[in-house]
């Protein structure tokens, strides 16, 4: 079902457009896209250094069900770092109660 679109004005930096524009990229359908993404509730939006961003690139791009297969990695290292944040607040505890 094709939804109703609204046109609006956008300023962009001249360089994201050229950028964009090098990239043969539709600069209406990429803010339609960065911006369903935003409201999705099943999408994460992460900033991550340029490393983290061509190793995920790396591995995605050979992964059958891209982001699907990296679920359950994601929801792990989420528990770890929670695990790790539970020990430091407890250790934290421990030392302002004596």
Known sequence: MA???KSV???IRK???DQLQDMKVNVSGFVRDMI???L???NII???SQETRSLYDK???ISPRGDEDMEPYLRDALKNMLDRYIKEMQQLHEDIGN
Do not use: G, H, T
């Open 3 to 5: 939804k109703d679109l």
């Open 9 to 11: 004005c956008l300023m």
């Open 15 to 17: 360089d994201q457009y």
């Open 36 to 38: 369903d993404d935003r």
């Open 40 to 42: 999705s509730e099943s």
């Open 46 to 48: 992460l900033n991550v």
């Open 59 to 61: 591995i995605i791009s």
